[in-house]
Each structure stands twice: as structure tokens, then as C-alpha cells.
């Protein structure tokens, strides 16, 4: 279980949330809504361990995750909002790179069935750099097609500049990774159908308002 305790994030001098607590658990997909500014990436690198809260606590199992960081590290697939290619390395390259830094193993068989089930696998031996948007996004989702049985996926945008074929196919695996027990959090701007054992939500605008009000 992913456990957030009166989670606080500021930024400068703004504070964008304050008293922010939710319980995810196995099978569960939580989607993070809020208008632009009001600190769903911010929320995700908390959840990832890679920004501290100004207060609060995030538990990973019971336990704080700043006690167990290598241990959650090991246990979640970040994918921002920015892919994350290195522009000089092929989609090969920068997916073999991601699988080996996450201790997968890298061999090319399994990283090229991972692009094509993305549509990407023509894309293989190309530089990065000469990519589409499109195009990079799917060589970053293709981690999530190695990655089934790492437990909590974050992602930040992930259909953002996908065409429709590669949206269903990633709602496909979602939903594939929710029924074996997996957990999913996601911010989306747009209407996406996946299939989840429970859905929950929380809406960051509506903590800016109880801030507002205070």
C-alpha cells in the first residue's frame, strides 16, 4: 500500500497543497487532477521520493519512504512529463539504458518487443532526436511493457501526443497491469478508459481552495 499522510508542497514562497492524505492499494489507479500550476507534477516527484514534501509523509508497506528509498525505488516506473530520451542514442539504446539502470535485463529481443507494442519498433536504430513527439513518447511508454512486475507505476501525462491506436494500446496496459495487482497514478487531461478494480481521484484545486479559504 502507497499511504500519504498531510501532504504539504511549497514552492518558493506559494503553497500549492496542504493536508493532502490518500490510501492506494493493490489494483487501484488514482488519477491527479488540478488546473495547470497547481502542483500535480510536483505531487508525482513527492511520490517518486524525488522532491521532499514541506510536511507530511509518504509510506511505502507501512513504512516511510524516505527510511526505504532504495527499496521503493526498486518497487515504481516514473515517466514525466518530458520523456527522458538522450537525443544521441537510439530508441534501442535509451530503452536498453532505462532496463539495466532498473537492474532488467537488457537484451534486444525483449527491448524490441517492447517498442513494437508501441508501434515503434521501425523507430529502433534511429537517433532520438530525429523522433517525432509522438514517436518519443511511445519509446518512453515502452518501458511500462518491461516493467509488469514492478508494482507502482507514476506517470505524468501519459497520453499526451499519443495517436489513437498507441492511447488504446496503453489503456490496454493499464488496465492489464491493475488486474494483476498492480497500481497505477496518473494525471491526464484527457477522457481515457481504464479498467481498474477501484478508481480514486484527488483534485488539487479543490486543496487551493480550502487554502484560499484559510
Known amino acids: 500500500m502507497l499511504e500519504a499522510r498531510q501532504l504539504e508542497c511549497t514552492r518558493g514562497e506559494r503553497r500549492l497543497f496542504s493536508g493532502l492524505s490518500f490510501r492506494l492499494g493493490r489494483g487501484q489507479l488514482l488519477r491527479v487532477a488540478g488546473a495547470n500550476g497547481s502542483g500535480k507534477t510536483s505531487l508525482l516527484r513527492i511520490m517518486c521520493g524525488l522532491l521532499a514534501p514541506s510536511a507530511g509523509e509518504l509510506r511505502w ?85 518491461l516493467s509488469p512486475a514492478v508494482p507502482l507505476w507514476i506517470l505524468d501525462e501519459p497520453f499526451s501526443a499519443l495517436d489513437v491506436g498507441a492511447v488504446v494500446e496503453l489503456e490496454r496496459l493499464l488496465a492489464a497491469h491493475l488486474a494483476s495487482g498492480g497500481m497505477v497514478v496518473l494525471t491526464t487531461h484527457q477522457e481515457v478508459q481504464v479498467v481498474a478494480h477501484a478508481v480514486l481521484r484527488v483534485d488539487l484545486d479543490v486543496h487551493a481552495a480550502a487554502l484560499l479559504a484559510a
Request: proline share 1%; aromatic share 4%.
Open 61 to 145: 508497506g507501512g513504512r516511510s519512504i524516505r527510511a526505504e528509498r532504495e527499496e521503493y525505488s526498486r518497487n515504481l516506473v516514473f515517466i514525466g512529463h518530458l520523456n527522458a530520451l538522450k537525443d544521441d542514442l537510439t530508441a534501442l539504446e535509451n530503452l536498453q539504458v532505462a532496463a539495466a539502470l532498473a537492474g532488467m535485463s537488457a537484451e534486444s529481443a525483449r527491448m524490441l518487443a517492447a517498442l513494437d507494442r508501441f508501434g515503434v519498433a521501425h523507430c529502433a536504430e534511429l537517433p532520438s532526436k530525429v523522433l517525432s513527439q509522438g514517436q518519443r513518447r511511445r519509446v518512453a511508454l515502452a518501458r511500462l511493457a
